[in-house]
């Protein structure tokens, strides 16, 4: 069993897991890694790490302004590999890392994903590689033992949502609603009913977690109550790293961790 | 070799759908609704009668007498798409796919743009067509190109100026991804090359191929034989592939796309040149990169050509050896587009001097009985302000 599978394994009855959101590199590495040990600190059961893309076509504003920060600090897909590794020894939480095909492919996919499985990388979810590109690349995740988290979205038809289902591995990832990542004031109508009718799929097969646009506490009670075994919470945090400067450094650390552990707190309803 | 449907969306390795989940149904309704489509009776008379009435099919292909002297060697012929409506060979395929997006109940258009080309063609298709278009084009752009950007407007078309990343075509093509990934039950994405994922490449693509069928009728009656060479400038690639795929299984006839050389090693948009393999908007294609894979900025004169990828039918050509691509530099190109309007009274389009620059080389090495048709993709009213000041002339 994975240290994700695991994370989810070991949540009370009723209790959903938090997966969280961190930019590698935002607003510097340095920074980044006080940012991640805020989140942990904060309850965060899983830590989703992203790597800095030039071309973040899934993501809203919140996520590409954060991806210009960290590559304009330097950060490189190599250091954010450090930042996992640190990240898992200090707090022996599981990484997901999250990042853009390319990120992948120009290194050598198999040759990225065994130097991310040796920083402690539990994980990978890539948006621009859906099943049917990915189908290619299971047998190599499988192998270098690195969980490959599938994307489904409101647009999937229910035959490939089994698909989708069956083939991803530590958690599948429901898109909630139509669009890029970022914080919605409200839940999308129709995510509720969304997540019942993947949760069918997906039911003592694979937890369900369910992201974008999830911004508040409320959103993240309803979504567990409406049978999510966890939620994924990104650009809202990032929003509040936006804030870091040297001078408020303490301030930002300690509202990113209060954040954190106000959706952990509501992840038990 | 290519002239099918490419199996499983892929021209050989590339190709495919590196597309977030939410567009992959979009991209299979897409496929469905085009394979239905391309071969209806009724769909291809009225993208005929469009071509021929509205846009002004066919296009001649002229024999270029005094170039050819110039240049004293092979006979030089221009394919005229320059002299189609909205000034390049663009509306091609916003007329094709724009039928298409009616076809589909879909009346909300979205398309990115550089130079403003393709989004002046597809308010032009949207305003024939009675669709409502929206364009996506990088403030850098804008800038750059007003003219275009205002045409868009008094077109009817609502434009967005894009703000994200290097703010030019490939940030445009990032934001109408988003924007379809958004609205996608409404919305028809019409991208402007063969480019993007699967089946955008074969649609752009077939939509495009008149240029090269009318070629070969032209110089069939003309010379009475297949051209010995055929030369486009290659950014996305669309007139390039539109122009090479009639030839691709004529194996005497030699296919050269000519990039964009810009400034120099390191500093142009020559993606099948200088780039590696590598993943950009949703297709698996050359690219230009950094050694992390972080998509590098381009730079050229002409902001057509001025993209980091390129369709990936490109890159198989190259691979498979079938196609040859060179690289024209900024100040070849602004040679090649004074001396067509000196020798020929025609100022092209900064991106089809690029082809220019390189046929008149090739000329010069063949022998006189030989032919070259080089593509003349645009016109260069649009360029007229940059080459007045790389000339150093104020207007």
Known sequence: MSEISKSFAGLAEREGALVAYVMGGDPDPDACSKVIDAVVAGGADILELGIPFSDPIADGKSIQAAAVRALSAGTTPRRVLELAKNAKEKHHVPVALMTYFNIFYSQGFENFLRLAKSHGVDGIIIPDLPLDEASRYARISRRVGVDNILLAAPTTPAGRMRMLASNTSGFLYLVSILGVTGARRSLRRGTLTLIADAHRYTRDKVPLAVGFGISAPEHVREVIRAGADGVIVGSSIVDRVADYRENKRAKVLQNVEEYVRSLKAATRG | ?395
């Open chain 2, 1 to 395: 070799m290519t002239k099918s449907y490419p199996v499983g969306g892929r021209f050989g390795e590339f190709g495919g759908q590196f597309v977030p989940e939410t567009l992959v149904p979009a991209l299979q309704e897409l496929e469905r609704a085009y394979l239905r489509w391309k071969g209806d009776v009724g769909f291809r008379a009225e993208l005929a009668s469009m071509l021929k009435e509205y846009a002004g099919r066919p296009t001649p292909l002229y024999f270029a007498r005094n170039l050819t002297e110039r240049a004293g060697g092979a006979k030089i012929f221009l394919k005229r798409e320059d002299l189609l409506h909205g000034g390049a060979h663009k509306i091609n395929n916003t007329l094709g796919q724009g039928l298409l997006a009616k076809r589909m109940g879909k009346h909300r258009v979205i398309a990115e743009t550089g130079a403003g080309q393709h989004g002046v063609a597809t308010a032009i298709a949207c305003a024939a067509l009675g669709l409502k278009a929206e364009v996506y084009m990088g403030s850098v752009d804008i800038e750059r190109q007003k003219l275009n950007a205002y045409r868009m407007e008094l077109l009817g078309a609502q434009l967005h100026s894009v703000t994200s990343g290097s703010r030019t075509l490939k940030d445009a093509i990032n934001e109408a991804l988003r924007d379809w990934a958004s609205n996608v039950s409404t919305t028809y994405y019409l991208i402007g090359s063969v480019v993007g994922p699967h089946p955008y490449p074969v649609i752009v693509r077939d939509f495009q191929s008149v240029i090269g069928k009318e070629i070969r009728e032209q110089m069939r009656r003309r010379e009475g034989r297949l051209p010995d060479a055929v030369v486009a400038c290659v950014g996305g690639g669309s007139n390039a592939i539109g122009s090479f795929h009639e030839f691709v299984e004529k194996r005497g006839v030699k296919l050269v796309g000519v990039e964009a050389g810009g400034a120099g090693r390191g500093r142009n948009a020559a993606s099948l040149a200088e780039g590696r393999k590598g993943v950009l908007h949703g297709m698996l294609t050359y690219v230009l990169e950094d050694e992390d894979g972080q998509i590098r900025e381009t730079q050229s004169v002409s902001a057509g050509l001025d993209y980091p990828g390129v369709g990936p039918e490109h890159s198989y050509l190259k691979e498979s050896g079938r196609a040859t691509y060179v690289t024209a530099g900024d100040k070849e190109a602004i040679v090649a587009f004074h001396l067509l309007a000196e020798v020929e009274g025609i100022l092209p389009a900064l991106e089809s001097a690029h082809a220019v620059a390189c046929a008149v080389k090739m000329a010069r090495s063949m022998k006189k009985d030989q032919t070259v048709v080089v593509t003349l993709s645009g016109r260069g009213d649009k360029d007229v302000q940059i080459v007045a000041k790389e000339a150093g002339v104020r207007l």
